[in-house]
């Protein structure tokens, strides 16, 4: 009776919970790892890199609302709801893709 409904959909589904949660769970990990600390950007560190390739880019300083200063913000302050979300979406979206793909 049931036997055409597509349980690939279940794996597809269940592996985007799984990447979304882990994705809004991991996000703050890699951002320290990175280099984009509670106590400021790492020295020799990823951020580091980054923000004194923004700083040369911008004539010595970082500009406010850029990759750098978003990520250094959400370092020191943790990720916000809407942050938080768009992770999570991302990180649902791919590995849905890539259950889908697999």
Request: aromatic share 8%; hydrophobic share 60%.
């Amino acid at each position: 009776m049931f036997s055409a409904f597509p349980y690939f959909l279940v794996t597809i589904a269940a592996a985007s919970a799984l990447g979304a949660g882990g994705a809004a769970v991991a996000a703050p990990f890699v951002l320290g790892a990175i280099g984009f600390t509670s106590a400021g950007i790492a020295a020799g560190s990823y951020a580091a890199s980054m923000m004194s390739g923004a700083a040369i880019a911008n004539g010595g300083g970082v500009a406010a609302g850029s990759a750098v200063a978003v990520l250094q913000s959400a370092g020191m302050a943790g990720l916000g709801t809407a942050a938080t979300s768009v992770v999570a979406g991302a990180g649902g979206v791919l590995t849905g893709l890539v259950a889908l793909i697999f």
